[in-house]
Every structure is written in structure tokens, then in C-alpha cells.
């Protein structure tokens, strides 16, 4: 298995996190700085299965690193888990929509990073579909592309991963907690609003394909795909000249 790229400037809870990873099986490499960090996360050699990135990091902090690492091809979808000791939730909406897959603020409980990790690691490795499509929409899970109407839909990694937990569940009812779960990647205990701001968000960039995700009342959210386009029986038909 590809191993856990550990980005921490901190040497103690960089070798406690590395200590326990291993001791689940997991192969690590540990980087201090977000320059060494890039550096090991593009190595092809050890390409990383995840990332676990301190914010606070010397020189390249942590939020540009995740940014460029964002922009690479090789870990344009590695998956990413920031560690920081910021707890707003504006910093942590900040953190989602720069790509990241997961938050633990600090100090954190070893157990509950482990599984985090597991939980996102058994996600990435899922075998799903890789593609939803329907007269109006496109969803492509792997390459995050979203065709609306023939227009391409610029989405944040979160608003692409909450399209994508809601299409591959077409027609069945997404629970508030499910979607959370889901893509979050751990039994959310924060504010459910974060949820209610995406799903708002995610409407909005949709446009007139907003529409494909209903609101369940008191439950959560369903997603039901695009209707064609109604023809207006007034507009008088075009005529070839």
C-alpha cells in the first residue's frame, strides 16, 4: 500500500502520529516543513495514499500547500487531512473548500485520527460508478466534472463530493447524517448548518440544474435528476429557409 504522507512541524506529534499509524499497518513518511512536504507528496515514487497536513507550518503554510497540491495531476485526489488548532467554523468551510477531506482540530484524540484515516482511506478505495448522466447533467465522480446544460460548473472539492454522495443514491432518500458521514468522512458532530451552507451553495452554482436535489423536510435531501427542458408551445417553430 502507498504510505501516509505525515506534513507536521512539530517532531513530537509527527512521530506519535507516524507511531500509532504504523502500529495499524500503516507505511508513513513524515516531512516538517511545507516545502519538504510538497517534495515528498510529488515524489513518484512513494506517490502518497493520503495526507495529513498541519495549517501552521513554516514557510509554505499549510492551506497554499494543500492549494498547490490541488493544482498537480498526481494528487489532485489524494485525499487530505488538516490538522490545526483553528475551531471556527468559517476556518474550517476555508479549509473544505480548498480541496481538504477531512479536519481534526488540536489537541486531538489518537483514536479517533486512526479512524479518520481508516474511515477515508476505505472511502477512496471504494469502487463506484464513475459517472452519472441524464439529458441536462453530467457528473464524472473521478475527473470532478459537472456539465450543466453544455456549460461546465467550476464546484470546491466538497460541493463535487456532496453532488456525487447525493447522484450515486439517485431517487433514495440522503439522510442530514448519512451526507455528513459521507462526505465529511467521519460521524459528524459539528454544526449541521455546514451541510445546509453547501447544499445552498452547491443549488446556487447549478443554476437551472439546482433543481436535481430536492429537500426532504425534517430529514435531508434527495437527489432526482434533471427534466428535460420544456418546449414553450408558443414560441413558433424555426422554419428552414
Known sequence: MKPVLIIEDDPDIAEGVRYNLEREGLETRVALTGEQGLTAALDPRATPSLIILDLMLPGMNGMELCRRLRREPSTRRTPIIMLTARTTEAERLAGFDIGADDYITKPFSVRELIARVKAVLRRTHETVASSYEDDRLTVDYNDMRVVCDGEHIRLTRKEHNLLAALARNIGRVATRQMLLDNVWGY???????????????????LGECGECVETVVGVGYRFVGCQPRKINADTPAETES
Open 187 to 205: 460521524e459528524y458532530y459539528g454544526d449541521s448548518r455546514t451541510l445546509d451552507v453547501h447544499i445552498r451553495r452547491l443549488r446556487q452554482k
